[in-house]
């Protein structure tokens, strides 16, 4: 048997720059931070002569091409691996749809089983690349990079994305005290609403291809307070940050009229006024996490609780996909 693991991520600036939409003409900037919560694959050998896949649904068939999840179908073409005798399985911590690049996570888990079944070696940035080629070349996708980099690769780390789609790896140069101190910090919390990135995604997509005079000064400005968030967590100003988070998410909700709703707006509202310095709807918007940075953990906690929030403790993950059993 194999099993992989992929992580989840959180953004902590420039969100949104890493649609080729965008970065193409102007290139891209973000950091991300990959956490402790996972999307697993298992893949072991059968006695049968089909081919099982099991997410949240199940398949049964003799054929790669008769697979419904696009995902598996597209993964398993790449590999060049035919639909007999094996059992896929997927389980993830947090379920799809809430914002911490579940899709991305999901086929960089996939890869890496297929390349140990395949006996076939691939680098982070490889797997990357090839989680990236499957969602937004072959199923076009209208989404970015940021998900299947950060869960590759692991740790928390800024992305520089070039006009010819090349992505510059870098981690964060924080100190130890700045990286414990913003992990303690941030502070996650479920909305309880699910919804699709691509949907809303699309929007942003199209009106950057479109160059919305609007769209593109936000992007631009988002990409700028990347930079400033990255400076101000290099510096260990973590108080800056967490201010450039509040100016960030004022700056995404402009972005469409999808990224935000009255109830979350009240909760966020809530949480700047109980223990929060700044936050930001996590993921594309319309639902998900809200994530913010404290100054009081414990008034925070009890705020959001109250109003019926669930929080999600987390920690950093340095690895990225990696194989856990064999």
């Known amino acids: 048997m194999i099993i992989t693991r992929s992580p989840l991520r959180i953004s902590l600036g420039g969100g949104g720059t890493d649609l080729p939409s965008y970065y193409e003409e102007h ?17 072991h050998k059968s006695f049968g002569k089909d081919l099982i896949l099991k997410y949240s649904d199940m398949e049964k068939v003799s054929e790669v091409e008769n697979i419904v999840h ?32 579940s899709s991305g996570s999901f086929t960089t888990a996939l890869l890496k089983a297929l390349h140990i079944h395949n006996r076939s070696f691939v680098t982070p940035k490889g ?16 989404i970015g990079k940021q998900d299947q980099y950060i869960a590759s690769c692991g740790g928390v780390s800024c992305f520089e994305f070039k006009k010819d789609g090349k992505v510059i790896v870098n981690p964060l140069k924080i100190s130890t005290e700045t990286f414990y101190n913003l992990e303690d910090n941030l502070l996650l919390f479920f909305t309880g609403y699910s919804r699709s990135a691509s949907s809303i995604l699309k929007d942003q997509n199209d009106k950057s291809k479109s160059n919305d005079g609007d769209m593109l000064k936000n992007l631009h400005y988002v990409k700028d307070l990347g930079h400033r968030s990255k400076k101000a967590l290099e510096c ?52 998900g996490f809200l994530m913010f940075y404290a100054k009081d953990k414990t008034k925070l906690r009890h705020a959001m609780m109250e109003a019926g929030l669930e ?14 059993i064999r």
């Open 27 to 43: 290139g891209g900037f973000l950091i991300a931070a990959a956490i402790d919560k996972y999307v697993y694959i298992t893949l």
């Open 70 to 101: 696009p995902i598996f179908k597209e993964a398993l073409k790449m590999m060049n691996i035919p639909a007999k005798s094996l059992e896929i399985s997927s389980l993830t911590d947090i379920p799809a749809g809430t914002g911490l690049g």
């Open 127 to 142: 797997l990357a690349e090839e989680a990236c080629d499957i969602e937004i070349n072959k199923l076009k996708e209208p």
């Open 236 to 287: 260990g100003d973590l108080n800056t940050f967490g201010l450039l988070m509040h100016e960030h998410w004022a700056h995404k909700k402009q972005r469409t009229t999808g990224m935000s709703n009255p109830k979350i707006d009240e909760w966020y509202d809530l949480g700047m006024k109980s223990g929060a310095v700044g936050g930001k709807l996590i993921g594309a918007g319309g639902g």
């Open 311 to 324: 929080e999600v403790r987390f920690r950093f993950d340095m690895a990225g996909t990696q194989e856990i």
